[in-house]
């Protein structure tokens, strides 16, 4: 399967990913907010070209390069459908963007229901759909896929000259050039309209004919639109970049755990009905709301983060899924899991004090340590995903 080698940015993170380590998400932010749109410039987009096979892919990615089918360097044209692999581009007036030409979707080796997954879509940043026809289900399946990837494109109808030349055939009489393009326009804006996107942005172009429709305009959109879209394909690579930071946190929390899972068997030893459960009740609650100050999403850590990317605090919450155990659920869990497991062995004890001791010192052991370590993983996972929510409101700014 192809796959882009791994491309985490090559941008100075070292403040992001110190405020990650510190539990300061909000920091983590500010370190983002604080880059001028120029710093991002060295950020390098991928951009797939992509659409139904033969649709004028290859032509397009040579016209925006400036060079013509059999140039040096060109990508292959023709009507034959080879192309198997992904071939990626260089463009001079597109510092840092690789533009990617894709096998067309719908073809033998790539049908319309595996093509994302073959080509690996979700690795890319940023997508021109191209289609040489009306708006057709490849290019609905397109949008869907791109939109639930939360990424963005541009759709580009293809052989505009095609199409105005097969009118003017048609209909010598009433040949009008620019109404022609707009019904293609609307056309394509109302399929795509009809996928959910809300804003589309479509380009009748003609790749034989770059100075012509709307092609300049394409150029310019990119051009213009180029340092937001790097800002956010950017911040798209930061829960990666923090991935393992949260991760080695956790690691270096969970060597508390057995400490305090092993004082709990000690306690359970104690002659005194219920100390046990009470004391596992206690810890596990305060240990995960610890955790959940160290990895910078307690309730006030969530507010100043929700402030500083201007969305509800509930918004970020959403994410948590360890939230509703500690708020809760916690008395409850606890009481159905440690309760009811530690009670029944302290009245085995109170029977058969020896074994009773035993067994009530092994269950507060196990009972606490796999309670902490879920609730560890359940914190860190949530951060990543708080990160993540975060990351992508802050990212919505730079469209
Ligand atoms: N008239 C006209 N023909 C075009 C245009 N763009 C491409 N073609 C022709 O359409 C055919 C297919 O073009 P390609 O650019 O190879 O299309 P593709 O989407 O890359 O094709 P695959 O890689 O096979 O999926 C070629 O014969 C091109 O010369 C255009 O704007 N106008
Ligand atoms: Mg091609």
């Given at each position: 399967?192809?796959?882009?080698?791994?491309?985490?940015?090559?941008?100075?993170?070292?403040?992001?990913?110190?405020?990650?380590?510190?539990?300061?998400?909000?920091?983590?932010?500010?370190?983002?907010?604080e880059?001028?749109?120029?710093?991002?410039?060295?950020?390098?987009?991928?951009?797939?070209?992509?659409?139904?096979?033969?649709?004028?892919?290859?032509?397009?990615?040579?016209?925006?390069?400036?060079?013509?089918?059999?140039?040096?360097?060109?990508?292959?044209?023709?009507?034959?459908?080879?192309?198997?692999?992904?071939?990626?581009?260089?463009?001079?007036?597109?510092?840092?963007?690789?533009?990617?030409?894709?096998?067309?979707?719908?073809?033998?080796s790539?049908?319309?229901n595996?093509?994302?997954?073959?080509?690996?879509?979700?690795?890319?940043?940023?997508?021109?759909?191209v289609?040489?026809?009306r708006?057709?289900?490849?290019?609905?399946?397109?949008?869907?896929?791109i939109?639930?990837m939360?990424?963005?494109?541009?759709?580009?109808?293809?052989?505009?000259?095609?199409?105005?030349?097969?009118?003017?055939?048609?209909?010598?009489?009433?040949?009008?050039?620019?109404?022609?393009?707009?019904?293609?326009?609307?056309?394509?804006?109302?399929?795509?309209?009809?996928?959910?996107?809300?804003?589309?942005?479509?380009?009748?172009?003609?790749?034989?004919?770059?100075?012509?429709?709307?092609f300049?305009?394409?150029?310019?959109?990119?051009?213009?639109?180029?340092?937001?879209?790097?800002?956010?394909?950017?911040?798209?690579?930061l829960?990666?970049?923090?991935?393992?930071?949260?991760?080695?946190?956790?690691?270096?929390?969970?060597?508390?755990?057995?400490?305090?899972?092993?004082?709990?068997?000690?306690?359970?030893?104690?002659?005194?009905?219920?100390?046990?459960?009470l004391?596992?009740?206690?810890?596990?609650?305060?240990?995960?709301?610890?955790?959940?100050?160290?990895?910078?999403?307690?309730?006030?850590?969530?507010?100043?983060?929700?402030?500083?990317?201007?969305?509800?605090?509930?918004?970020?919450?959403?994410?948590?899924?360890?939230?509703?155990?500690?708020?809760?659920?916690?008395?409850?869990?606890?009481?159905?899991?440690?309760?009811?497991?530690?009670?029944?062995?302290?009245?085995?004890?109170?029977?058969?004090?020896?074994?009773?001791a035993?067994?009530?010192?092994?269950?507060?052991?196990?009972?606490?340590?796999?309670?902490?370590?879920?609730?560890?993983?359940?914190v860190?996972?949530?951060?990543?995903?708080?990160?993540?929510?975060?990351?992508?409101?802050?990212?919505?700014?730079?469209?």
């Amino acid at each position: 399967m192809f796959l882009l080698c791994c491309r985490l940015s090559t941008m100075t993170l070292e403040g992001f990913k110190a405020a990650v380590h510190r539990g300061s998400l909000r920091e983590a932010i500010c370190d983002v907010q604080e880059r001028t749109p120029e710093s991002f410039n060295s950020h390098t987009l991928q951009i797939a070209v992509t659409g139904e096979a033969g649709s004028g892919k290859s032509s397009l990615i040579n016209a925006m390069r400036g060079l013509r089918a059999g140039d040096a360097g060109a990508a292959e044209t023709g009507t034959l459908d080879t192309m198997l692999e992904p071939m990626a581009y260089q463009t001079p007036n597109l510092p840092c963007v690789t533009l990617w030409d894709l096998p067309g979707v719908g073809s033998p080796s790539f049908p319309l229901n595996t093509y994302c997954e073959q080509l690996s879509l979700s690795q890319f940043e940023f997508f021109i759909i191209v289609g040489c026809q009306r708006f057709c289900s490849s290019h609905a399946m397109l949008a869907r896929e791109i939109q639930r990837m939360g990424k963005r494109f541009y759709f580009v109808r293809s052989k505009a000259d095609v199409d105005l030349e097969a009118s003017r055939r048609q209909r010598p009489s009433s040949y009008a050039e620019e109404k022609i393009l707009q019904q293609v326009r609307e056309d394509c804006g109302m399929g795509l309209a009809a996928e959910g996107v809300s804003h589309p942005q479509v380009f009748v172009v003609s790749g034989w004919e770059p100075s012509r429709y709307d092609f300049p305009l394409l150029q310019q959109t990119l051009q213009r639109e180029l340092l937001s879209l790097k800002r956010d394909s950017f911040l798209r690579t930061l829960p990666a970049v923090a991935s393992p930071i949260i991760s080695q946190k956790k690691a270096a929390l969970k060597g508390e755990i057995l400490k305090t899972a092993l004082f709990a068997c000690l306690l359970a030893a104690v002659p005194v009905p219920g100390l046990t459960f009470l004391y596992t009740l206690a810890v596990v609650r305060e240990r995960l709301f610890r955790y959940y100050s160290s990895f910078g999403v307690d309730d006030r850590s969530l507010a100043a983060l929700a402030q500083q990317v201007a969305k509800p605090v509930a918004e970020l919450r959403a994410v948590m899924t360890s939230w509703g155990m500690t708020r809760m659920m916690a008395p409850k869990l606890l009481l159905d899991l440690v309760g009811a497991g530690v009670m029944v062995t302290e009245y085995s004890r109170q029977r058969f004090p020896v074994f009773g001791a035993m067994v009530s010192a092994g269950a507060a052991l196990v009972t606490t340590y796999f309670m902490l370590r879920k609730g560890l993983a359940s914190v860190a996972d949530d951060t990543q995903r708080v990160l993540s929510k975060a990351l992508e409101a802050e990212g919505k700014k730079s469209i």
